[in-house]
Structures are given as structure tokens and as C-alpha cells.
């Protein structure tokens, strides 16, 4: 069956320091991975979306990785804030290409 | 300017009840969803439209009935609530059937006493 796996657990980084998080999957073949934000108390708001043929992809604070070789995606807030504390979620294109599956999120908190 | 709104905010109801939630988007996108967020906030999708057109279903109970008046409103029906209804159900929308970015609205919080 098809899995997304991140980190359950939460982390929790210092002001300043790279956060990176971790998106692994199974059993699919994807052409992209998205990268959502979410708050608590509201919906999920996409950051970034990498295809299979970018390794790399950067926006402002923000860096993804894509290797389909490992079926992994990792996602890096660098000199992180606390305002960057949120639960951040990795989706891929389900096999009917008509909707998201989306791993169930890394809780990140980001400490003064 | 709200792109993907929901009403209501929060619905507290009893076991039994039908209860319906509304969405509406203003980004002229042609795919609307909706996607259940249960307590350890796993965000599962529900229902996807394309056109007024349902397109998936992922096994959800039929108690769950999605309608399409246009393509910018997608409400869910919800008959004979049950306390496992109880969830975050949000909307979204994409402008190219799930291949771009999704949109979502601010949720729903149902509770089912």
C-alpha cells in the first residue's frame, strides 16, 4: 500500500539553527512532492512543490530535496524563527492523479 | 477576498442528526475537495469534483453525500451523524484535477455528542 512517512515526533530547534524535516514514501511515483504548512485552528497553506527531475528547490528561508532514489524529500528552514513553529506536511499525487495524500506532519517548534 | 471559505466554523450536534457544510471558492478553479482531519490530525481526502463532476470517492460512508450547485461551491451532506463524524472537515480547490497547488479553506469542526 502506499505510505508517507514523517517524523511523529515533534521537534524542537533554537532560534537561529537549520531545521530540517523528513518525507519519506512508498509505493509511489511521483512527478512531484509538495510541502504544506499548517497552524493550528486553520487549513494548509502549500510552501513549496519539487518535481522528480529538481534535486533542489529554494524559497526565501525555505530548501527541498527530492531524491527519488531514496523516495525521500527532506525540507529545511534555515535560521529558523519562531514564527515558524506550525506542523509542516509532505503530499504526493495519489494514484487516481485527481487528489492529494498527505503524511501526517512533523510538529516543529521553534524556540527563542 | 477570501478564496476558499466554509461555513459554519464549529458545529456541535447530536448522534442522528443530518448536518450539512458549505464551501464556496472565488479562484475560478475547476476542482474542488474535501478532506477529513480526525484527532491525531491526519489529513485524509473525502471527495473530489472536477466540472460538478464526482471523481473519486475514497470508500467514505455513504452517510457522507458531497453536491456541486456550480463549480465554484462543493457542500457535504452528512446523514445519521455518528460520534466518529467527529473531525475537522476541510475544503479545497486546485485549478488542474489535484496536479497543482490546493487551496484550502479555514475548516470545520464538528462535534457529534
Known amino acids: 500500500s502506499q505510505k508517507i512517512e514523517q517524523n511523529s515526533e515533534a521537534l524542537n530547534i533554537q532560534e537561529g539553527k537549520t531545521a530540517t524535516l523528513t518525507c519519506n514514501y512508498t509505493?509511489?511515483?511521483?512527478?512531484?512532492l509538495q510541502w504544506y504548512r499548517q497552524d493550528p485552528g486553520r487549513g494548509p497553506v502549500f510552501l513549496l512543490l519539487i518535481r522528480e527531475n529538481e534535486k533542489e528547490k529554494r524559497k526565501e528561508r525555505l530548501k527541498v530535496t527530492f531524491d527519488t532514489t531514496l523516495k525521500q524529500s527532506l525540507f529545511h528552514i534555515t535560521a529558523s524563527q519562531p514564527a515558524d513553529s506550525a506542523t509542516y506536511l509532505c503530499a504526493l499525487l495519489s494514484n487516481s492523479g485527481y487528489a492529494l495524500n498527505f503524511g501526517k506532519g512533523t510538529s516543529l517548534l521553534v524556540t527563542p | 477576498d477570501t478564496a476558499v471559505s466554509q461555513t459554519p466554523k464549529y458545529l456541535v450536534t447530536q448522534m442522528g442528526n443530518d448536518k450539512s457544510i458549505k464551501c464556496e471558492q472565488n479562484?475560478?478553479?475547476?476542482?474542488m475537495y474535501w478532506y477529513k482531519q480526525d484527532s491525531k490530525k491526519f489529513l485524509k481526502i473525502m471527495f473530489s469534483y472536477n466540472n460538478k463532476e464526482l471523481i473519486i470517492n475514497e470508500t467514505v460512508p455513504n452517510r457522507f453525500s458531497p453536491k456541486s450547485p456550480d463549480k465554484a461551491h462543493l457542500n457535504l451532506h452528512i446523514n445519521s451523524l455518528e460520534l466518529g463524524d467527529s473531525a475537522v472537515y476541510f475544503c479545497?480547490?486546485?485549478?488542474?484535477?489535484?496536479?497543482?497547488?490546493?487551496?484550502f479553506g479555514p475548516g470545520t469542526r464538528l462535534l457529534v455528542l
Open positions: 479545497a480547490s486546485t485549478s488542474g484535477g489535484g496536479q497543482e497547488t490546493q487551496y
Open positions: 479562484l475560478g478553479h475547476d476542482t
Open positions: 509505493n509511489y511515483s511521483p512527478a512531484y
